[in-house]
């Protein structure tokens, strides 16, 4: 039974890191910075008691604050328009906004068929080459629409071929035409066949090897053989596995084992939160790209309590909330519209158990869709705090994934 609940003061046990020696770093300097100013709120969350509470109403403005035309200081932004989208309406999503496909729907269509690439992919903006990454929020984007005119408006087989010209012969993806290769491109483009119903053994041929291949020395996932592992190419691989496999086949391609040490070592304590990589300090987005870890790893061991979920709610509420709207990576930090949507999609991973429930007959192409949330009283979670229930692997709120899946599985290519 986990312990602890979410009251006016979290109770779980909150103490200093016992093991110090008197060599200061960088590293360990930053490391006690961010652990007093964690301790701060959390032993002091009985003086602030509004953020015992999910601030829904603010960081429901926020996030359409985010949607509307931004001063001149978010320009760099420019090449990320369906990254903005996505996080705004899916964080949207996450804090039970109903209205977002009736509201926004048409409008994200065309901003996001607007950035189709004649060259091939979707890109950051209107006239960028295609690429991956804003190929998936792009379409993670149309996903949220519901718009079924403008899905019907995608070129899919373009879209196909694209990714059949990116990807490489060990399996791996490249970023864009010349770009570069690494776990999250493969992600991206499973994630893109998947939702668009366009996988195929041809277009996945050698993925599996080229991510078992990333796995690193540590237990968890690098972005490209050799290099450090890291929460966020972790979460790429795993789900990609879980894309390509029934979670209880993905043990074979992977060390489970090491993988979950490493995981486990990601959830800090006292703070609660995860880091990204070792000796690094906790931040928000981390709930999902490590926390949304757990949730396949649970479906791949059958077993369900490894990780401390009432900590990362704690270390959310207390220390990630901007109590003016929106989320941080931690206390100091200004809120911004990544960390909003993936702190809020791992604080779901938090609140459910999240269930594979596949068939005898699935095959390549099925296992993304076969995921369903629970409530459980052995979860504790306040009143009015709970967020939407999602697909653990397209992180888009339960349903959204499913029929964009659906009414492609109508129509082969
Ligand atoms: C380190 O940042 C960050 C990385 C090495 C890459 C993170 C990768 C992702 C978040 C996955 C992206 C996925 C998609 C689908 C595009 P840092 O050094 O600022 O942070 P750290 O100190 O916490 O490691
Ligand atoms: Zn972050």
């Known amino acids: 039974m986990e312990s602890a609940s979410i009251s ?31 301790l701060k709120l959390l032993l002091g969350a009985k003086e602030n008691p509004e953020t015992k509470n999910l601030l829904k109403e603010k960081h429901l403005a926020y996030a359409k604050k985010m949607l509307g035309p931004l001063p001149a200081g978010f320009v760099s932004l420019d090449a990320s328009r369906p990254w903005c989208v996505y996080w705004g309406t899916n964080a949207m999503m996450l804090l039970g906004d109903e209205s977002v496909q ?11 068929l607007a950035c189709v690439s004649p060259e091939g992919g979707i890109g950051g903006g209107h006239g960028q080459i295609g690429h991956l990454a804003a190929s998936y929020a792009s379409i993670n984007s149309l996903a949220i629409s519901g718009d079924e005119e403008a899905w019907n408006k995608l070129d899919r087989k373009a879209i196909y071929d694209w990714l059949l010209r990116i990807k490489q012969p060990d399996g791996s993806f490249k970023m864009h035409i010349g770009g570069e290769c690494d776990t999250r491109s493969a992600y991206c483009a499973l994630a893109i066949a998947s939702l668009l119903n366009i996988i195929t053994p041809e277009l996945v041929e050698n993925t599996a090897e080229y991510l078992s291949r990333c796995q690193t020395y540590e237990g968890g ?8 592992a890291h929460g966020g190419y972790a979460f790429c691989a795993l789900a990609s596995f879980c894309i390509l496999f029934p979670p209880k086949e993905v043990h074979k391609h992977i060390n489970i084992d090491k993988l979950i040490r490493w995981l486990s070592r990601r959830q800090h304590q006292p703070e ?3 880091s990204g990589r070792t000796n690094k300090l906790v931040d928000g987005c ?31 509420l207390y220390c990630c909330q901007s109590t003016s709207g929106g989320l941080r990576d931690k206390p100091g930090k200004n809120p911004d519209a990544y960390h909003t ?12 158990r999240y269930i594979y429930e596949g068939g005898e007959d699935d095959q390549l192409g099925d296992y993304a869709f ?21 697909n653990p692997i397209h992180v888009l709120r339960e349903g959204i994934a499913e029929a964009m899946h659906k009414f492609f599985e109508g129509r082969p290519l």
Do not use: M
């Not at 996932?221 to 450090?228: D, H, K, N, T």
């Open 8 to 38: 006016s003061s979290p109770t779980v046990p909150i103490y200093k890191n016992q093991i110090k020696d008197d060599i200061n770093t960088d590293t360990t300097l930053d490391q006690e910075e961010t652990e007093d100013a964690v």
């Open 102 to 112: 009736e509201v926004y729907g048409k409008r994200i269509a065309s901003t996001i």
């Open 221 to 228: 996932f690098s972005g490209v053989p050799g290099l450090e």
């Open 272 to 274: 609660g939160g995860f």
């Open 286 to 316: 981390y709930n999902h790209w490590v926390g949304g870890c757990w949730a396949l790893i649970e479906n791949i061991v059958s077993y369900h309590d490894l990780w401390d979920r009432t900590a990362l709610q704690n270390y959310t």
């Open 341 to 352: 949507n993936y702190t809020l999609a791992g604080l779901s991973g938090a609140q459910y």
């Open 370 to 390: 076969r995921w369903r949330a629970e409530t459980t009283d052995r979860i504790v979670v306040s009143e009015g705090n709970y967020v939407a229930k999602i």
